[in-house]
């Protein structure tokens, strides 16, 4: 493994242009990189070591489109092998323009099509409650435009009303929905009785904030704002 | 519902949705991995259930994408789900759910519908889903069980939930007078001579039918409660003790749904088939009964009995 050299923050840059052989251009590009990187340094408890245990926390990117931010992430924290990163999207690359749970260690699901993380989500976080595993975080990643398809708030409905406190959505908010969402996607959420946080999609520390700070009984919603597609 | 026009003799009524609720509740009692995962279809009959396991027995109200959804994260977080509606509401509609939150993620449940294909035709086209089993035939390693009477469904489920895999099992309140073996393949229920006129496959619900309609002909008949994975060597040793290589599949939903199974099975030989079933050139707009619409695709006893002259005595 290659993880001591390519594990800092400083080094996703590298590790994407690993994948896209336009290391600084595609990096600022990436609109979940700072998210990624916050949960996997510093929220969730998981690890390679624990990537199969049952009281691991499971990140879902449900937003599977671009992710070469995630994968840089993964192969930072130790998940997959660096060099995995120059083999993608070729034939028997284990990483694809959209993950596949069953191919990429550390990936909690298969996405691609959007408006599926939510789902599985919320029945991944009642799973863990029957269980007992109140401590467990689910935290899925969705997209201001993936929040068009109409499953996302049969999801977003269910987790407010059941009071999913352990299920986290993240929505990389950098306007792409072709119809927008008047007043705001935290509304959305807070709307259905989730407690919902807007934050700068690039500032570590309000991130870590909103991830971490109490949400009693409620599903949280934090809002990650980034610079408009394109 | 309408005023009932008389039921086939050759249909027996069967309580597989009580059977379903009861076999189930033991489950959830018993097996602290079992989960169920409901769209209101069912709730009422579940209260005492979900009474006793709020945290495994869920009804996340009228959405269906949700319903499939929650399955494949119960099933990613170690538990096993089943989840239940109506046909058309369980694989139709939430179709890319069952894509993709369950195969594409390879996690397992246990689909169980009810009403198929057109239990409540009062209803009308809405709640028809003649096309459920076709559609998951679209989909990689599903097991699809039809069971014919409400005795089977018990053992079915309990097969179902003992493994991890990706399991449909296909309810209606209309079957034959005696339940079957289930679990093994094709199973004979008349044997026809070395000479007979060859085979004819009755799926689930029409068996009573196809034994009454193929009364005095020399063929074999042989039952299937479970369709997917198909028993193709089952097929294929009928066939060869048959005096010819005909094989008739009657099957309660698309007809020729199973159309490609057959020919799979008898790849090693010259053979002919016939495939009865709902019917695919039309869409039947009629309310009335259940076998108001067995009439109207001819797959009454009447209908089966035409076709497999036609067919075999040819």
Redesign the interface.
Known sequence: MSTTTFSRYADLPALIGLMTGDEKHQAAAESTLDVLWVLYDRVLAVTPETADH?DRDRFLLSKGHGPAAFYAVLAAKGFIDVRALRSWAEFDSPLGHHP???LVPGA???SG?L??G??????????????GRTRTRVVVLVGDAELDE??NH??I??AGRLGLESLTAVAIDNRSATHGWPGGIGERFAREGWAARSVGGRDHTALYDAFTLPHSGRPLAVVARVNPKG | MTTAAPELPDVTAQPMRDTFVAAATAALDAD?RT?L?LADISADRFAEAAARHP??V?N??I?E??L????????????R?IAHTFAPFLVERPF??VK??LG???AGAVLVSSGGSYDYPGYGRTHMAPGDVALLDTLPGWTVHVPGHAAEVAPLLADALRGDGRVYLRLSERGNAAARPVGDGLVTVRAGSGRSSGVVVAVGPMLDRVLAATAGLDVTVAYAATVRPFDRAGLGRLVAAAGQADVLMVEPYLAGTSAHEVAAALSDRRHRQMSLGVTRDIEVRGYGTPADHDRAHGIDTAGIAAAARDFLLA
Do not use: F, K, Y
């Not at chain 1, 939510?118 to 269980?131: E, K, M």
């Not at chain 2, 499939?68 to 538990?79: F, R, S, T, Y």
């Open positions: 049952p596949d749970r069953t909690e699901i298969g099509s408006g599926h939510l789902g599985l989500g919320v029945g991944t976080a009642l799973a863990l409650r029957a269980q109409g499953s049969e999801a409905q269910l | 602290p989960a995962v945290d495994r869920v996340v109200g959405r994408q949700l499939i959804g929650v399955a494949g994260g119960m099933a990613l977080a170690g538990m789900p890319e759910q993709l939150d594409h993620q390879e």
